[in-house]
């Protein structure tokens, strides 16, 4: 059973351009939802979180958007860059104990 | 500070041998978690560690699993007999509390990549 979801395993951007990575979640006991970011033979990166009090959050390049009632995050970068080429892994965690259910992930390929 | 570690980096073992993984986590991280991530699919929880104790073991898929962290500090998860579908990079992750509304970021290990033969 999945809890989290990314439906696009893929995705490729040009370099300045917006990188928008979505992903679902199915459990509404879920108040706190973050952003992984790995590269290969590394382990996942902590980029940004949410919790479910707002809405969005914003660091930098990087802006998370939460629709509670739809269940759905999303994560924009801008501008793109190469480096920011990854993999991303959305997360979500309930109740006191952080334990995390982690998306399949999306692989982000910004061109230079 | 020296981050999450894990040993080995790498390992190949055959149907119904055992293996044992490691992994040390930030100095002072009471917490400890366990994650798997099978062939590109998502990273799954395994279990996690309040010091010693198993808070949480849901995610272990069954009892050929067994992980320990005597004293609180590192910690082992051991495969025992390994099969084929545990092939996978196991990540260790520490945080230093856990819960709250200001749940502290989890810090990721660069994983052991297990194949079983």
């Known amino acids: 059973d999945q809890q989290v979801k990314q439906n696009s395993p893929s995705l490729s951007v040009q370099e300045g351009r917006i990188s928008i990575l979505n992903c679902d979640y199915t459990n509404s006991m879920f108040d706190y939802f973050l952003w992984y970011k790995k590269y290969p033979a590394e382990g996942p990166t902590f980029l940004i979180s949410i919790s479910s009090i707002k809405d969005k959050n914003e660091d930098g390049r990087f802006t998370v958007f939460l629709n509670k009632s739809a269940k759905h995050l999303s994560l924009h970068i801008v501008p793109s860059q190469p480096g920011d080429s990854a993999v991303y892994f959305c997360?979500?965690?309930?109740?006191?104990?952080?334990?995390?259910?982690f998306g399949a992930g999306t692989r982000l390929t910004v061109k230079p | 500070e020296a981050g999450v570690t894990q040993f080995p980096s790498h390992s190949v073992i055959e149907k119904g041998q055992t293996v044992t993984l490691r992994c040390d986590p930030i100095s002072g991280h009471d917490n400890l978690y366990w994650y798997r991530r099978v062939m590109g699919k998502e990273i799954k929880f395994l279990l996690h560690f309040v010091k010693e104790s198993k808070q949480d073991e849901s995610g272990m898929p069954n009892n050929r699993f067994l992980a320990e962290r005597t004293g609180g500090t590192y910690s082992t998860l051991k495969v025992q007999p390994a099969e084929l579908e545990d092939s996978g990079v196991y990540f260790c992750a520490s945080s230093r509390v856990a819960g709250g509304p200001s749940q502290e970021t989890q810090y990721f290990g660069p994983g052991t990549r297990l194949l079983v033969l």
């Open positions: 997360a979500a965690s309930a109740g006191v104990f952080n334990d995390m259910r």
